[in-house]
C-alpha cells in the first residue's frame, strides 16, 4: 500500500512508484469531475552512473582507439545500459562503447543509464554529461643540442609532445638523403639503434663526427597509435672529411652582397645537391645549384645578394650515395 500524504496547497505526496489519478468533488449533494489522466511514477534507484574514458587521456586524436564505459557504482545488480548522444553516432545499449578508429563526428557529450534487469521499471538517473574532445594528429618537436658540434663529441635528441605523461613511447630515426625520388620529402628515415619505441623523451648519440639529421615520432595505446614525423633537424661539423665536403671560393670571413661565389662539393657521389637551413627554421634546397635539385657538376656560382634572403643560412652537400658534407655559414654584407 502506497503511503499518501496530503498537503495544504492540495499537492500530494507518495512514497511508492505506481499509477496514480485522482478527481474533485464539490457541493451536497456532492457533485465529482472526471477522473484525471493516469500518472505513473516509477522508482529511480540511488545509484549514479559515470561515463568514463579508457584509456584516460587528456587529449584523444582522430584514428584512435579509444572506450567509452558506463560505470555503475555500488550493489552487484546486473542491468540494461542506455546511451544518449550529441555526437553522430549512437553507442549500442552495452556498458562499454569501443571506437576503433576515433574521428571528429565522434565528437561531442555522452550520457548513460542502467535499468535493472529483474526490475525493468527501476532505472537509475541519467550520468553526468561526459564530453568526448576530437583533435588532429600531433606534431611532435625534435630538438637537438649542440647544433653545431666538435668531432667525437655526444649529440642529445629530445622529442617533445603534447601531455608527455600520456604512456607515449618514442621512436628515433636518422634521415639519409634521397636524390633519386623526386618529391618534396628530401629524405628517408631510418631507425637508430635501439631507437625502436623508448620510454624515455630523449635519445643520446654518442661518437657524432659529421653533419647529419635526425626525426622522431611518438606512439601509444593498442594497438598502436604513431604520431606523424617530425621536422627534420640537424647538427652541423665544420669539418671536411673525405666521403662528403662543401668548399667556397672565394673562402673569406666575409662577402659584399653584390658578390658571387663558387661553391664546390667533393666526395665520393658524381651527383649532388646543396641544402640551406634558414635562421627562423626553413629548410630549402639551393636552386641556384642544379638543374631539378640536382647538381651533375661539382661546383656551382651563386649571387649572394639572392643568398642574403635566406637570413644567413647554413649550406651543405647531400650526394646520391647519401652522405652529408660539413656546413658552413656564407656571411653577406652591405
Known amino acids: 500500500m502506497a503511503e499518501v500524504v496530503l498537503h495544504s496547497d492540495g499537492q500530494i505526496g507518495v512514497s511508492q512508484e505506481g499509477d496514480y489519478w485522482c478527481r ?6 456532492v457533485y465529482y469531475t472526471d477522473y484525471s489522466d493516469v500518472i505513473s511514477i516509477k522508482k529511480t534507484v540511488r545509484n549514479r552512473p559515470a561515463v568514463t574514458l579508457h584509456p584516460n587521456w587528456p587529449e584523444v586524436y582522430s584514428r584512435e582507439t579509444i572506450t567509452l564505459k558506463c560505470e555503475i557504482p555500488g550493489e552487484d545488480t546486473e542491468w540494461d545500459y542506455e546511451w544518449a548522444t550529441s555526437s553522430s553516432h549512437q553507442p549500442p ?3 562499454e562503447y569501443k571506437i576503433n578508429s576515433v574521428s571528429t563526428s565522434h565528437h561531442g557529450h555522452y550520457w548513460c543509464k542502467g535499468r535493472m534487469r529483474s526490475a525493468q521499471q527501476n532505472s537509475t538517473m541519467w550520468s553526468a554529461s561526459f564530453q568526448l574532445k576530437i583533435v588532429y594528429k600531433p606534431h611532435p618537436v625534435l630538438t637537438v643540442s649542440p647544433s653545431w658540434l666538435s668531432p667525437g663529441a655526444s649529440v642529445t635528441l629530445n622529442c617533445e609532445v603534447e601531455h608527455p605523461s600520456a604512456g607515449w613511447s618514442f621512436y628515433w630515426y636518422k634521415a639519409v638523403p634521397d636524390l633519386k625520388t623526386y618529391s618534396y620529402e628530401y629524405y628517408i628515415y631510418e631507425l637508430l639503434p635501439d631507437g625502436n ?5 630523449s635519445y643520446i648519440i654518442h661518437g657524432q663526427t659529421n653533419t647529419a639529421g635526425y626525426v622522431c615520432r611518438a606512439g601509444r595505446g593498442d594497438p598502436e597509435y604513431q604520431t606523424d614525423y617530425s621536422e627534420t633537424v640537424f647538427v652541423w661539423s665544420g669539418d671536411l672529411n673525405s666521403t662528403a665536403s662543401l668548399t667556397v671560393s672565394p673562402n673569406s670571413v666575409q662577402h659584399f652582397i653584390y658578390d658571387s661565389v663558387t661553391l664546390n662539393c667533393s666526395g665520393n657521389s658524381s651527383q649532388w645537391r646543396v641544402m640551406t637551413f634558414t635562421q627562423d627554421g626553413y ?6 645549384c642544379g638543374n631539378g635539385r640536382i647538381m651533375t657538376e661539382s661546383t656551382c656560382n651563386i649571387y649572394l645578394h639572392r643568398y642574403h634572403w635566406y637570413q644567413d643560412p647554413v649550406s651543405w652537400c647531400e650526394s646520391e650515395s647519401g652522405q652529408f658534407s660539413n656546413g658552413i655559414n656564407i656571411t653577406a654584407c652591405c
Do not use: M, S
Open 197 to 201: 619505441g623508448t620510454a624515455q623523451d
Open 283 to 288: 629548410l630549402r634546397e639551393l636552386r641556384e
Open 24 to 29: 474533485g468533488r464539490r457541493g451536497n449533494p
Open 93 to 95: 545499449n552495452q556498458n
